[in-house]
């Protein structure tokens, strides 16, 4: 066929394909950014390509509160620009690393998405309460149930979450991921994993100079990469007991008895131990706080020592390691667990009862002995009164006391009774939800969790308000304890687990690692107050005992002061720890 004839027909098919071409680059041309922006996420991709683009997202929209705090360390920024620069290139790198496991298929995406929420909720975490995603704050954040864990949640959280993980939905939805064979996306997958570790570790020896004094003078910034720091943190806490031998529990009761005091006593002693949450020491009218937050317990003539430090931040480090017998630093070295203080005064013959008013619990402490929770076998009204869902205000656990006392082995009784209450206390961020609205003294006071949202005059009133009400619940338990002055010899022993921050240092609520941790989360008042047959039994002098309040003390104390107290011997006690041997008049 001639050339002449083909050809008006090949131009014909050229113009049919053309035309639609041409149309449809018009109307990208002409079309709105958005639907520029939406065509160009539906062009098919590797699942490499999107890990990377979702780690460049991470570092640059969830990481504002380490670029705040790298600011605020470096002061100029010729000196803090050059740290954030390259703690991005470590972030971007170090999730590359990470998500470069997932990156197989489009099924990965509610896993990227995952990441994604992770990484939104912990920047709000740190961003309104400046916390730090360490293992400890995790594992004590999944130690929390749902009615401590409410009090965090609000409508900032959920503004927080859609606003950092609404485009990556958008985005991840849209997105078409190119399937391919197994073989060859295993050694891509490991070849971006190798790149990024590689350009993370050359930025690192580049700047090494500077960047081994910034993260050896300042821990906590490791905790605060996002998301690499939370997702670290939760492994740890799941995966480390997994691989860990099971630990034994180690009996110390043995050779427990009591001692020479209850040959001949003419009524058995009453201890109440109880464990406060989150009270601050310097917040405490009786240790010279400017405001009277104490005036019950200042009325009945107590004991405040004034220099006492808790073995931890959080309650799941410091509860455990406070009723230990073997002190802080052994506590927590060891490979195995111990029986505690409430096993060997049950050990001793005592009747012992462990009543919580904290959802979280005993944290283990009183497994072994008869305990309940202060919502349990309430009436109706005073629920009504005193409680919001099975969260109560800490006079609940007067309710119905002589009840539960009752329900003891009566030959333990006629021995002697320890109480341990477990105190709500201060426990934040809902301050103002620990005080009645008459124990309200001074106002206006923070009423959100969004601490954020008040001024620091309001957040500090909301604290006070609820150690002013910690206050009157001590006042009406001795109140109660001198009731029974007729029937035992009565003691109260008050000491907090740990502190609080208010906004010091621009640091919120407590839980930072120790090491670290300021002085008003580990700073904690201790109270004490006995009926005169108690101290008469326990040969102590009054003006020794106020003489020694400003000796220093920690939570070791607590074991070997109240086996002292109790007169119950046992190997395990050692003098030297017992903050009143010096005070005990000897036979």
């Known amino acids: 066929?001639?050339?002449?004839?083909?050809?008006?027909?090949?131009?014909?098919?050229?113009?049919?394909v053309a035309a639609p071409l041409a149309q449809a680059r018009a109307v990208e041309a002409t079309a709105s950014p958005w639907r520029r922006i939406d065509a160009w996420l539906a062009q098919p991709r590797s699942a490499r390509s999107v890990v990377v683009w979702l780690s460049l997202y991470l570092a640059l929209a969830a990481n504002w509160p380490l670029w705040k705090e790298l600011a605020r360390i470096g002061g100029a920024p010729s000196i803090y620009l050059p740290q954030v620069a390259l703690m991005t290139l470590l972030i971007v790198c170090g999730t590359v690393a990470l998500l470069a496991l997932s990156a197989w298929s489009r099924w990965m995406k509610p896993l990227w998405f995952a990441v994604v929420?992770?990484?939104?909720?912990?920047?709000?975490?740190?961003?309104?309460?400046?916390?730090?995603?360490?293992?400890?704050?995790?594992?004590?954040?999944?130690?929390?149930?749902?009615?401590?864990?409410?009090?965090?949640?609000?409508?900032?959280?959920?503004?927080?979450?859609?606003?950092?993980s609404a485009a990556p939905a958008w985005a991840l939805w849209r997105m078409r991921v190119a399937p391919m064979g197994l073989l060859s996306q295993a050694w891509r997958n490991a070849l971006l994993l190798a790149a990024a570790v590689a350009l993370a570790a050359g930025g690192?020896?580049?700047?090494?100079?500077?960047?081994?004094?910034?993260?050896?003078?300042?821990?906590?910034?490791?905790?605060?990469?996002?998301?690499?720091?939370?997702?670290?943190?939760?492994?740890?806490?799941?995966?480390?007991?997994?691989?860990?031998?099971?630990?034994?529990?180690?009996?110390?009761?043995?050779?427990?008895?009591?001692?020479?005091?209850?040959?001949?006593?003419?009524?058995?002693?009453?201890?109440?131990?109880?464990?406060?949450?989150?009270?601050?020491?310097?917040?405490?009218?009786?240790?010279?706080?400017?405001?009277?937050?104490?005036?019950?317990?200042?009325a009945r003539k107590v004991l405040s020592w004034r220099d006492v430090h808790s073995c931890g931040t959080n309650t799941l480090a410091s509860v455990p390691c406070m009723f230990s017998p073997v002190g802080k630093a052994a506590f927590e070295a060891r490979k195995d667990d111990y029986e505690n203080l409430m096993d060997v005064l049950q050990a001793s013959g005592l009747a012992v009862f462990w009543l919580d008013n904290q959802p979280g619990g005993c944290?283990?402490?009183?497994?072994r002995v008869p305990h309940a929770f202060a919502f349990d076998q309430l009436a109706p009204e005073v629920k009504s009164a005193l409680c919001d869902g099975d969260e109560c205000l800490d006079d609940a656990m007067l309710r119905g006391l002589d009840e539960r006392l009752a329900a003891l082995p009566a030959e333990r009784r006629a021995k002697g009774v320890v109480l341990v209450m477990h105190q709500m206390g201060s426990h934040g961020p809902a301050y103002y939800k620990r005080s009645s609205p008459d124990a309200k003294r001074f106002v206006p006071e923070c009423k959100t969790n969004a601490l954020a949202e008040c001024s620091h005059a309001e957040l500090v009133?909301?604290?006070?308000?609820?150690?002013?009400?910690t206050d009157r619940f001590l006042g009406k338990t001795i109140d109660w304890l001198q009731a029974q002055s007729g029937r035992y010899d009565t003691a109260m022993l008050y000491l907090s687990d740990h502190g609080e921050s208010l906004?010091?240092?621009g640091l919120f609520l407590h839980g930072v690692p120790y090491s670290f941790a300021p002085e008003v989360q580990k700073h904690i008042p201790m109270v004490m107050w006995f009926g005169p047959h108690m101290r008469e039994r326990a040969g102590l002098s009054s003006a020794c005992m106020e003489g020694g309040l400003d000796a220093p003390l920690t939570h070791d104390n607590l074991y070997h002061t109240v086996l002292g107290v109790m007169d119950v011997r046992t190997p395990t006690y050692k003098a030297g720890l017992d903050a009143l041997a010096a005070c005990r008049r000897v036979g």
């Open 1 to 16: 066929m001639p050339f002449s004839t083909v050809q008006p027909s090949v131009l014909s098919a050229d113009r049919s």
């Open 117 to 164: 929420v992770v990484a939104a909720v912990a920047q709000h975490f740190m961003l309104s309460y400046h916390a730090v995603m360490d293992p400890s704050m995790l594992a004590n954040a999944m130690q929390t149930d749902l009615h401590e864990a409410r009090d965090l949640m609000g409508w900032g959280l959920l503004f927080h979450i859609v606003l950092v």
């Open 204 to 298: 690192a020896l580049a700047m090494n100079r500077q960047l081994a004094p910034l993260m050896r003078n300042n821990v906590h910034l490791r905790y605060m990469i996002n998301p690499l720091a939370s997702i670290y943190s939760a492994s740890s806490v799941v995966l480390k007991p997994l691989f860990k031998r099971s630990r034994k529990l180690i009996p110390i009761s043995g050779g427990t008895a009591l001692g020479a005091s209850y040959a001949a006593q003419a009524r058995p002693p009453f201890f109440v131990l109880v464990v406060g949450e989150t009270a601050r020491a310097d917040h405490f009218g009786l240790n010279g706080y400017a405001r009277d937050t104490t005036p019950a317990l200042a």
């Open 363 to 367: 944290k283990g402490v009183c497994d």
């Open 461 to 469: 009133n909301g604290f006070d308000n609820s150690i002013a009400y």
């Open 503 to 505: 906004g010091e240092y």
